[in-house]
């Protein structure tokens, strides 16, 4: 860019001022001092920015008004106006396809310092540390020279600082989780982490926990058991105290058992034995003895009472006809008595006939004692019958006509009788004495009649009497008539009814005659048959026939007890020849009397036949006394084992005594048994029998049990040693018991301390702790780290064009110094802090020096004025330089040689010189064609020539 | 020849640890103080419904910041399960549940635990006794492990599937956890599959010759372990074919943790004037957000994923851009982002899945005129360039870090940080820069400014 025009209405000393057509290259303004080249220089310095408020610049008649036609880089151009404090105003006189520039963008975005600094140089400009430029604008100045876009990198130090306090703020210095702002949050997290710590320690200590409380469990466990043992010791003690005294007895009898002396054999046969043995022996004992006295006795009976001397034949003879004999003497009495009674029958028979014979006598002497002749009367009951019932027959016959005579006779009485009272019926007086009365009647009614003619009352009461008597007659009259006639009547019937029953008697009476006649008949063919001559009455008949018949009957019992007699003495006769008989059998006696002699010596057979019996009893005593003896030998025989050769009752009363050994040795065991019973129901308890089991011995059934409890018992020497044990197990369960307390509790305090460190309450509490001191610290530290982030970018940066500028950066300008300086200086570099507003140089000899401040003025002018072309060249596209007084302390070589520079540098931008120094305007000429030259006075410009300026100028100086 | 087996291979558990989210309800918050429990449980719902043959576990079943009963108490329920299926676990101990310290718990029966001094061969046979699978291991004694472990992985013979289980950060210069490389694996002869823990990150480094593969953390915990976590179900069939390894992503977080940038100059014609718009911008990005695909797991193809499986998302909103409303947003930063916070969890509040709002982070810039003009300024240019420098030049970026100040530390390693310093990675060392960056340019301007003034 380069200004075409510039024209100045009002601002300080210039008032309508215009500069036309300015040159491309330089444009020289001279003018001496107070001529408008400062007010001039702050115009263009301004031109594109405005004139800000606070800076102090002359003053406006008005207000400011500069403007200037801009030439800008691609050819087009337009006009930058300034109005009073505004920013200026680009305007385009032509507005077509070209790109309209705002004036920040025709100043390359440069802001007004940059501008200032680089292209509007006064000798203020040129010094190390311009004017008003304390710290951070020292350092903006710095990169400004420095430029590459140092422009950003003024801010970096006091941005990088910032940043590093703001970090500092928050974190410290090196951002220590422990301090400032970290520290309540990292206070938290750590003591979470400590929490947490504890938390996790829970997991070591409720394993420690767990082990003693496992450990304590076993305790418990093994205590449990030990106590359960020494309660099943205490049990089996107690048992055992309570049964040692059995115990004891029991190993007694034992003792006893043993030595009971019976053998082996013995024992076997006595086991073999069924029960009751012994007392079967016992028994048979004293019956075989008494079997055999009773034996002895019989035989030694029967041998007195018999002849001979064989026994035992006789003996059997007897036996032999021991039925006979008992038969015999079993009717013996009935024999006697048979006999006794036919001797007496005999004799009733003589006497019956005697009698009987004497009564027929009296009944009739015809018959002369012929039995025969009565009992030829036919006389049976029927016929009695008959004859009693013919008697009776007449008597009541007899009876009968009596009655019915006497019956008809009183009939015929009463007959008469009523014959009479019938005739006095019928003549009656009563009915005069009613006509009578009548009569009366009839006149009391006249009389009333007439009476009424005279006193109707006594008339008519006179009358009513007739009328009432005239009733009454003949209401009687009627009534008494009525029953007479009944009467009568009743008394004719009456009679007929008699003279009926006369006739009706007098019929029946001549019937019973009749039938009495024909009974009287009948009765004399009964006297007849009787053989009754004479006439007797039915009575006597009747009593005869009654004789007859009674005669007939003793004479028929008479016959029959005479049959009887034949009978028994038949069989009386049979009994005795019997009785003979048997006598001829045992005696040899053989009696064959006729039966009359047998009769006779009956006394002597009875005899015989008692005796006979008390011998067949004998016998039998004697056989029954052998049997019963056999019958127990074979019982014994059948109990003991007996040889013939030995003696029975030796051998019976031997096994006895064996037996009663047995018995005694049975007793014992049973005695044992009994104990071992008891001992046993102690036992039986389950809790026995665990406590027994818990000794290690086998208690699967009731003997592995009792010989456990047996081998028990024989640990101990007496009930005091159990009793002391029984003791001491009882202690050991009190302090086992304590002890087993005391563990239950520990294990339940550490059961409930287990249950609180498995949970996780803790632990989430700690970690929740830590997360949230964490989500609250990381903000802080992300703030922390970008601050710091930030300024450690700065930081790399600032170093990044440290190293950059050493590069490259200065190269430039070091070729512009080395130009100006004529070769005595080499080399300008950065200073060690880059921000600092210095450079080193280094001289042609290399010689380094570390500041501008030792340069001589001259130098340090030119140094800087290096700088600024240099970056004046860098910046494009190109812009106004404006250089016031700026080489006055240069000589004239450096002049020269600054001015060659210049006019190199005017290719390519608008070089403004301002300057009162007439020697620099002629340099200027001497060594350039195109350059334009401007006289400047009292504010007016006017274009004059190179040489005219200078002799301007110069007539000045 | 090789019967097919069937797997699930997780690591990184950190059963018992908790999300680092502040200030949540309390609903929220026993959520998410279960949400590693319930992750576990996933894993071994999966391994039941898929019937799988066993369960690996690669080291850090706890955690060491977390350790405690219930986590113990809760991995013996878990395998319980498992038990009754007849599922075998075998687990190896990691950096941050060492055998020196794991031996606080008590491990179930089916639970093998290999063991530190060496390594171990466990041969995985079926009910008839037949020979399925071979898993070697070895676990950590203590919490840093620089023996070169794997070397002694060396299965008897490659008739069947040999598996590897190590917890390693597969760098070869840590020497914290197992050093190794890639290389170094597969050059370990007859390992079929090597199941590895320790990165939280699902990635299957290598599909086959052999199979390297990190599950990742089956439950993120912070926003450096964002995205929805799992574990990987194998199927193996018959050795020898490719096509025979099948390997899937099981999705198993309950909640999933989310940083999410929301530029307030993204629309063209609109910028938000209040924190009115501002909300309404993050809830409209809130309803993309759930209508998202929740799986992104690389190229491995993922399982389907249970309607239910997600609970909710913790987001931390970061404000970017440039826009007026900055001035707004810087005047008090923390207190708008305090009032943001507030505002958009009770406005959020009735999004199902639940979206909680854990921070707003405001990163904005206040609007540059000429963008492109700054940006060719010099200082400008310079500042990119040092950023450059800062970010890929190691000793540059530690010199860097340095002058940040010692609250923060590089996240060397992302197992064992200082909890009272802050960890920074490139994410964090890039937004550092961008709004120191930003900073700058705006001071640099009002300073120019104030020149001109």
Known sequence: MRIKNLYIRDF?????????????????????????????????????????????????????????????????????????????????????????????????????????????????????????????????????????????????????????????????????????????????????????????????????????????????????????????????????????????????????????????????????????SLERARDLSPRMLNASKEYNRCFERFRDAVVGDNINELKERYLTHKEEFTTLFQKLSGLQEKLRNYQMNEEDCYRQEAEIVGTMDQLNSNWRGDLRKVLEISIDSLQQDQLTQQIEQYKELFTKRRVLEAKVQDLKSEEIGLIEVLRDKGEDGSENNLLRYFGVSVLFVFGGIGLSLINVWAGLLLGIAGIVGIGLVQFYKYSTESSLQVERRGLKNQLISIRSQIEDRERELQKTCHQANFVENSLQKYRQNLGIDTPISPEL?????????????????????????????????????????????????????????????SDELFAFLERGIQDLNLALDLERSEIVLNDIVNEVKELVDHREDEDIVDNL???????????????????????????????????????????????????????????????????????????????????LEEKLKNWRDERQSLRDEIDRLATTENLEKAQHQIDQGRARLRPLAERYAVNNAAAFLLAQIRKGFIEKTKDTLLSQASGIFREVTGGAYQQIMPPEELMQTDFQTITAKGLVQETAEILSRGTREQLFLAVRISRIKEIQPPLPVILDDTLVNFDSQHISRTIDLLLELARSHQIFILTCHSQLVKYIVQRSRDSQYWQLEDGRFSLVQGEELVDYLSYTI | MSKEITFIHAADIHLGSYIHSTNLSAELNKICAEATFEAFRNVCDAAIEYQVDFLLLA?????????????????????????????????????????????????????????????????????????????????????????????????????????????TQLAGQNNNYVPCSVTELCAQEGIDYWALGHIHQCRLIRSRDPVIAYPGIPQGRDFGEVGVGGCLLVRLGEKGYVSNINISFIPTSPIILKRIEVSIDGEKDWEPGNLADLEDLITTRTKQLLQEDLIVSGSLPAAEVREDLCSGFIVQWVLTGRGTINQLLREQTEEVEAILTENLRQRLSTFRPFVWTDSVIIHTGNPLPDLESLQEREIFREIKGIIDRIINDQVVQEEFINSIGQIWEWQTDHENIDEDKLQLNEEILREILQQAEDMIIEDLLVGGDNYED
């Open chain 2, 59 to 167: 080291g850090d079943l706890y955690d060491q910041e977390a350790k405690s009963v219930e986590a113990n108490r809760f991995f013996n329920e878990q395998c319980a399960r498992l038990q009754k299926k007849g599922i075998e676990v075998y687990l190896i101990a990691g950096n941050h549940d060492p055998l020196r310290e794991l031996d606080l718990f008590q491990l179930p029966e089916n639970v093998f635990l290999f063991g530190g001094d060496c390594s171990e061969i466990q041969e995985v046979v079926d009910q008839q006794g037949n020979l399925l699978a071979r898993i070697i291991g070895q676990s950590y004694r203590k919490r840093s492990e620089s023996r070169k472990m794997y070397s002694t992985f060396t299965p008897p013979d490659k008739t069947v599937w040999n598996i590897g289980l190590l917890h």
């Open chain 1, 541 to 601: 008949l009747k009593d005869y026939y009654r004789q007859i018949q009674d005669l007939k009957r003793d004479i028929m019992r008479m016959q029959r007890l005479e049959e009887k007699m034949e009978l028994d003495y038949r069989e009386l006769s049979q009994q005795l020849e019997r009785i003979a008989k048997l006598m001829g059998l045992l005696w040899g006696d053989n009696l064959q009397s006729p039966v009359r002699e047998l009769l006779s010596s």
């Open chain 1, 12 to 276: 300080g000393i210039f008032s309508n001022q215009r500069l036309e057509e300015l040159g491309s290259g330089v444009v020289v303004i001279g003018g001496y001092n107070r001529a408008g080249k400062t007010t001039l220089l702050q115009i263009l310095r301004h031109l594109g920015y405005g004139f800000p408020r606070g800076e102090i610049f002359p003053p406006a008649r008005g207000k400011y008004d500069v403007e200037g036609e801009l030439f800008l880089e691609e050819g087009s151009s337009c006009n930058l106006r300034i109005s009073g404090l505004a920013e200026p105003v680009v305007s385009y006189s032509q507005k077509g396809n070209q790109q309209l520039w705002s004036h920040r963008e025709i100043y390359n975005q440069l802001d007004l310092l940059t501008y200032h600094q680089i292209y509007t140089i006064s000798l203020d400009e040129l010094q190390r540390l311009p004017k008003n430029f304390p710290g951070r604008e020292g350092e903006k100045l710095q990169s400004i020279l420095l430029g590459a876009g140092l422009g950003d990198l003024v801010l970096i130090p006091q941005l990088e600082k910032n940043y590093l306090k703001e970090a500092e703020k928050i974190g410290g210095k090196n951002g220590t989780p422990g301090v400032k702002e970290f520290k309540p949050y990292n206070a938290a997290i750590r003591e979470g982490l400590i929490l947490r710590k504890e938390a996790l320690h829970q997991v070591e200590e409720y394993r420690e926990k767990q082990t003693r409380f496992d450990e304590i469990n076993l305790e418990i466990t093994t205590g449990e058991e030990e106590l359960r043992s020494l309660q099943c010791q205490v049990t089996r003690l107690d048992v055992l105290k309570n049964n040692f005294a059995d115990c004891h007895d029991k190993g007694r009898l034992e003792i006893l058992i043993n030595n009971s002396g019976i053998s082996t054999r013995e024992m076997e046969i006595w086991n073999g034995l069924p029960p009751g």
């Open chain 1, 653 to 735: 009363d031997r096994f006895i005594k064996t037996g009663e050994s047995y018995a005694k040795y049975q007793e014992l065991c049973v005695k044992v048994e009994v104990l071992q019973s008891q001992i046993m129901q102690s036992l039986k308890p389950d809790r026995v029998r665990d406590a027994m089991a818990l000794m290690g011995v086998e208690v699967n059934d009731t003997q592995q049990l009792f010989a456990a409890f047996e081998e028990y018992y024989t640990r101990f020497t007496s009930v005091e040693d159990v009793i002391k044990h029984y003791e001491e197990a009882e202690k050991s369960i009190n302090i």
